[in-house]
């Protein structure tokens, strides 16, 4: 089975402060995607990144930043973390290729900036 | 942009009832899935269809192409069923592998 797996399940931090979430997978998926999800919104695409040291911007990409230097490794980085990036995050991957292939989800990290 | 609209954003129901989840779409796709999150947040796939019909124990999912519109049914509910469910589709269009969300129907099964 594919695993997603996200650093933390619940995280606090400060306004201002740099925050990093992590996320690894393991079935060696090209593409590797950051969402966030608000109530009342859904879900909506931050990053994502379709290879190693690639990422394209998604709906929502102001105030983050990521980073993929190993296949198996998305990084997303809030460079000055503001109370309205609180929020839950899900990171997820897939193949590559011409053809949609599904995306496998991590469990999430509710991140609360205070 | 509303290209993906799910019906009804709440719904309960008791325990056994037939249960009908509609997603509609305004953009060509190449494929539809239905993805189930449970109340600790973690998303799996549940059906992932570009026609006809799929069923997998007591959910099935349906697709009409030409209408643009998607159901998920669960029947014989069950408290466990309890999660929201979402629409997502591949937009022809979008980059690769990117999805469109729909806002998800939270489904609440009472014993």
């Known amino acids: 089975d594919v695993k997603v797996t996200q650093s933390s399940r619940y995280l606090v931090k400060r306004t201002g402060e740099k925050v990093f979430l992590e996320c690894v997978q393991d079935?060696?998926?090209?593409?590797m995607f950051w969402y966030r999800q608000d109530p009342g919104l859904g879900l909506r695409l931050i990053y994502f990144?379709?290879?190693?040291?690639?990422?394209e911007k998604g709906d929502i990409p102001e105030g983050y930043s990521v980073s993929r230097e190993k296949k198996e490794r998305f990084s997303l980085i809030l460079e000055s973390a503001s109370t309205n990036q609180t929020s839950m995050y899900l990171c997820?991957?897939?193949?590559?290729?011409?053809?949609?292939?599904?995306?496998?989800f991590g469990d999430g990290t509710r991140l609360s900036i205070l | 942009k509303n290209e993906v609209e799910q019906s009804p954003q709440n719904l309960t129901a008791q325990e056994g009832e037939f249960i009908t989840i509609n997603c509609s779409y305004s953009?060509?796709?190449?494929?539809l899935h239905w993805l189930q999150q449970h109340p600790g947040g973690g998303i799996v796939s549940l059906f992932m269809?570009?026609?006809g019909k799929k069923k997998h124990g007591r959910l099935i999912a349906t697709i009409n192409i030409q209408e643009k519109h998607s159901s998920l049914h669960i029947t014989a509910s069950h408290p466990r069923d309890s999660a929201v469910y979402i629409c997502?589709?591949?937009?022809?269009?979008?980059?690769?592998?990117?999805?469109?969300f729909g806002k998800g129907t939270k489904l609440s099964v009472k014993p």
């Open positions: 997502a589709v591949v937009d022809y269009g979008g980059s690769q592998g990117n999805l469109i």
């Open positions: 997820a991957s897939s193949f590559g290729g011409l053809l949609y292939q599904p995306q496998h």
């Open positions: 953009v060509g796709i190449s494929a």
């Open positions: 990144s379709y290879d190693v040291k690639m990422k």
């Open positions: 269809l570009s026609s």
């Open positions: 079935m060696d998926h090209e593409n």
